[in-house]
């Protein structure tokens, strides 16, 4: 079963999860710029990791055999550094329109302050002007309030809710989600957030209808194998098999896709892979044999 991973930082993680997702299934993420642990101080290291989203990380994973897409934006909590949020909202245009790049996000509230509402109107705007999708970011604390003035102030800046996605969803705001609707995303956490049984048991209850699963496994204790392992328990816990399609894959196709940048055929028919190439002079490889594919073991695989 093929599946996609729609919100995962894999510049948090090795290559040998890489490798670990390709071998479950895993054909595609989408990888949102995210905080560091530690505050940024100045916009350069914000340039450089965008860069990075955009360049190093989009040829690492397709030497691993999985299509990698990012969206770009100034996350929440650094929101709250209003005069670095300045320079980061005048770099921001340079790098929405950049070939891989599937929306702003991920955004939204942290703690709801002020300059967390501020930038995060910014960015809507900036999304309606250039026509792009949104992914919003949740707020852990009082999350009901957080998701709930989320999609109003998104609604008040004239997105449509077909063209936002509200991720680190639980089931005290799914429903809400859904009846407005826009796409519900779900990260699966092994302690915190939305776990794999709850999950499955949100599909039972819900359906699939706009519902998304992704990890988001950053650099904290997250699994980067959660999207996988939640479509196996489905299948095990009697979810009908249309319903684990879309909620591990065909949602994540369908609302991400509408950017025009995120397409099925880049990893349906992917190029072949040689580790023995390099992204401005540097490989993927630490000492183990490179991986050459030819052309034609590529169609077949796949085909397969």
């Known amino acids: 079963m093929n599946v996609i991973d729609p919100h995962i930082h894999m510049s948090a993680r090795t290559t040998d999860d890489y490798e670990a997702m390709a071998a479950a299934g895993v054909v595609a993420v989408i990888e949102p710029a995210f905080w560091l ?4 101080t ?8 965008y860069s990075s989203l955009i360049g190093w990380e989009r040829f690492r994973a397709a030497q691993f055999g999985i299509a990698h897409y990012c969206t770009i934006g100034l996350n929440s909590k650094e929101a709250n550094n209003e005069a670095l ?5 005048e770099i921001l245009p340079r790098f929405l329109t950049k070939e891989g790049v599937v929306a702003i996000g991920e955004i939204g509230y942290d703690e709801q302050s002020p300059l967390e509402d501020k930038y995060f109107r910014a960015q809507l705007d900036l999304a309606r002007e250039l026509e792009m ?3 919003i970011h949740t707020p852990h604390r009082d999350k009901k309030k957080g998701t709930t003035r989320s999609m109003d102030v998104a609604l008040e800046h004239g997105l449509e809710p077909h063209r936002v996605v509200i991720d680190h969803n639980n089931e005290e705001t799914v429903r809400e989600v859904l009846d407005r609707g826009f796409w519900s995303a779900f990260t699966i956490y092994p302690k915190t957030k939305m776990g794999n049984e709850r999950m499955v048991e949100v599909v039972r209850q819900y359906g699939s209808e706009r519902i998304i699963v992704d990890s988001s496994a ?4 997250s699994d980067p194998m959660a999207v996988p392992k939640v479509a ?6 009697g979810i009908p098999e249309h319903d684990i399609h879309m909620s591990c894959y065909q949602n994540a196709l369908d609302a991400y896709g509408q950017s025009g940048q995120f397409n099925e055929s880049d990893w349906l028919t992917p ?3 040689d580790q023995r190439t390099l992204f401005e ?7 183990q044999a490179p991986r050459v594919d030819e052309e034609e073991a590529a169609e077949d695989m796949a085909v397969g």
């Open 271 to 273: 190029a072949a892979i």
């Open 281 to 287: 002079g540097n490989s993927v490889l630490r000492g």
């Open 218 to 221: 950053d650099w904290g204790v």
């Open 42 to 49: 100045n916009v350069g290291s914000f340039i450089d990791y």
């Open 133 to 135: 999708l949104v992914m």
């Open 37 to 40: 642990g530690q505050p940024r």
């Open 232 to 237: 196996n328990l489905m299948a095990q816990r």
């Open 85 to 89: 949020a300045e320079e980061v909202m």
